[in-house]
């Protein structure tokens, strides 16, 4: 019989995980940090821009509390050490995650016990015990520099948008997902676990080393899943300590049970009882793992245009997983290692409540309803076949004025990520020129396809009504995509006298110009000049106020005026 304190655990691992993998980079993290989303450019090949290059300097005619760089403020916004806090945030929910997991959760109270009587005493079983844990937090951090050292850091960065790898994770995480939900188990070879199990009885230090690394291998089934997406995050975020830093959080979870208990064995007695409420948390995060993997699919889809994995085939997979998740917390549905489940306790019924609850919310989406909680996570509403949103009107627009360019440049490619009543241009020339002929400052909009906080600055901010009319009509929005992979012509691939290094693409020559003119690669960064590319106020990156990005651009639009004589 399940005890009231599994149950309650399972809500509280629920409740972590959810805010782990579904709504961390978009709602929690990102309201409580205000970070910018990065996308990295240390795989890429750049080359300068030749033509037209902005003088990055703030106007001091028209700024008089100017900075004396726009790069000045864009190193701050980066946020490194609070990226690398994430990944260790994420490592310990992870396992704590893992500690619950059947092949670790039993093991708690029988590896206490083994130390205590193997010492002798009290005290020397808790000095195994400590050695013990810090022998798992030296395994699995080894793991995480191996990670580092076998890739480089270049490497590390590059998973963000490669495609290849972005694949090779959604496939990973879909054979996670198939074996926490019992298709199958991962395991290590069962030699590497018998001769470690052989090594762990010699004794001393090294005994007790031996044993953390049998803990390690055998539990491979249950924390290998755990211990791949986090690897997979932490990779994909290009910082060269993260893979480290999350193995560190998540063999801190895992060890620090031993120790606690071992110094207070009395309190091994209130822990419940192993039992089928263990494999139900494998399978809800099963069920997350699967979620989870979609981001990655997504993120191929919009990069190398596909476009066949619009947003209401995300919302509907998700949907269907929400619903058979639900269905399996109420006793509707079991898989084949479950145990029978006699009635639903009043946790598991407030746990089904929840995702039930969440599937609601999200059926609105497939008819074009923003979602802002995970606008992060799916993709554009441009992809969007059918919108209801479209028959209501946003407010009124200026009449667009015409200009000399007859054809937008490179507009075919960025179809998926237009805005309703905007009028986007995609080429920084041909926006300085419109600029000139409309008599408007120029919004510049370094974004990217696998932005999650792109997508939430559009959703929660640009759809504002006052947001809305001042980007329609006061602005030359000029958006500049830094992870397009569409290579450019011969002719236009140079050396970077920035970088060194040759750029072969369009959102290289993007991520180009945002790092030697900004010094800054982050995105979104939006940032207001005049027509001849003068920087007209300080630029910022993903804040989700609305007051403030108003007051940003009324404040850019002021200095233009001001500039050009306007009244």
């Known amino acids: 019989m399940t005890s009231r304190y599994s149950r309650t655990a399972i809500v509280i691992l629920f409740s972590l995980f959810v805010g782990l993998t579904l709504f961390k980079p978009v709602q929690a993290l990102a309201n409580t940090v205000k970070q910018a989303d990065t996308i990295s450019t240390a795989d890429i090949e750049f080359t300068d821009i030749t033509p037209a290059k902005p003088d990055t300097t703030v106007n001091k005619a028209t700024a008089p509390t100017a900075i004396k760089a726009a790069g000045a403020v ?18 310990l929910l992870g396992g704590f995650a893992a500690l619950v997991m059947p092949c670790i959760y039993p093991l708690l109270p029988l590896t206490v016990s083994f130390f205590t009587k193997k010492a002798g005493s009290r005290s020397k079983g808790i000095m195994h015990s400590i050695i013990y844990g810090v022998s798992i937090i030296v395994i699995y951090v080894s793991l995480g520099l191996l990670i580092t050292l076998f890739f480089g850091s270049d490497a590390l960065n590059s998973l963000a948008t490669n495609g290849i790898f972005n694949i090779f994770f959604f496939l990973m995480l879909i054979v996670f997902g198939a074996s926490f939900l019992g298709a199958f188990e991962l395991t290590l070879p069962s030699s590497l676990a018998n001769k470690l199990d052989e090594n762990s009885d010699k004794g001393g230090l090294a005994g007790l080393f031996f044993m953390a690394a049998t803990l390690v291998v055998v539990s491979f089934s249950c924390t290998g899943p755990i211990i791949g997406t986090l690897l997979v995050e932490a990779a994909s975020k290009g910082e060269r300590l993260a893979p480290a830093l999350g193995m560190l ?12 208990f071992a ?4 309190a091994l007695k209130s822990l419940p009882k192993s039992g089928g409420w263990l494999n139900s948390v494998k399978v809800v995060l099963g069920f997350l793992e699967l979620g989870f993997a979609l981001k990655f699919l997504s993120n191929v889809d919009l990069a190398y245009h596909w476009n066949w994995f619009d947003r209401e085939i995300f919302l509907s997979i998700w949907i269907a997983l929400g619903f058979l998740l639900g269905l399996y917390l109420i006793g509707k549905i ?10 639903v306790s009043v946790p598991r019924t407030f746990l089904a409540i929840i995702v039930f609850a969440f599937v609601m919310y999200m059926i609105p989406g497939l ?8 606008s992060g996570f799916l993709p554009p509403p441009a992809t969007q076949d059918f919108d209801l949103t479209n028959l209501m009107v946003s407010g009124p627009a200026e009449k667009a004025q015409a200009t000399s360019i007859k054809e937008k440049k490179y507009e075919s490619l960025f179809t998926r990520g237009k805005h309703k009543g905007l009028d986007e241009w995609y080429d920084y020339e041909q926006a300085l020129q419109v600029s000139k002929e409309l008599n408007k400052p120029v919004l510049i909009d370094f974004t990217g ?6 997508r939430k600055m559009e959703v929660d901010v640009w759809a504002d009504p006052e947001v809305h ?30 970088s060194g290094k040759k750029v072969k693409t369009l959102g290289n020559k993007w991520s180009d110009y945002e790092a030697s003119k900004f010094n800054v690669n982050s995105q979104p960064y939006y940032v207001i000049v005049n027509t001849k590319g003068d920087v007209l106020v300080p630029p910022q990156g993903a804040k989700y106020d609305v007051n403030n ?3 940003f651009l009324d404040s850019g639009k002021a200095a233009y005026e001001k500039n050009n004589g306007r009244n």
């Not at 864009?74 to 490592?91: C, D, S």
């Not at 396809?449 to 792109?454: A, S, T, V, Y």
């Not at 001042?470 to 006298?497: C, G, H, T, W």
């Open 74 to 91: 864009g190193v701050k916004e980066t946020e490194k050490p609070k990226t690398l806090w994430q990944i260790f945030v994420a490592g």
């Open 249 to 260: 959080g998540f063999s801190m979870a895992l060890a620090v049970p031993f120790t606690l």
């Open 263 to 266: 110094l207070f064995p009395s």
């Open 334 to 343: 079991k898989f084949s290692h479950d145990s029978d489940l006699p009635y």
């Open 367 to 374: 008819w074009g309803a923003p979602l802002k909680s995970i």
């Open 449 to 454: 396809w696998n932005c999650p906080n792109c």
């Open 469 to 498: 009319k001042r980007l329609a009509n006061d602005f030359v929005l000029l958006e500049l995509y830094v992870d397009e992979k569409m290579e450019l012509p011969a002719a236009e691939q140079y050396i970077s006298k920035f």
């Open 549 to 551: 990005y108003i007051e």
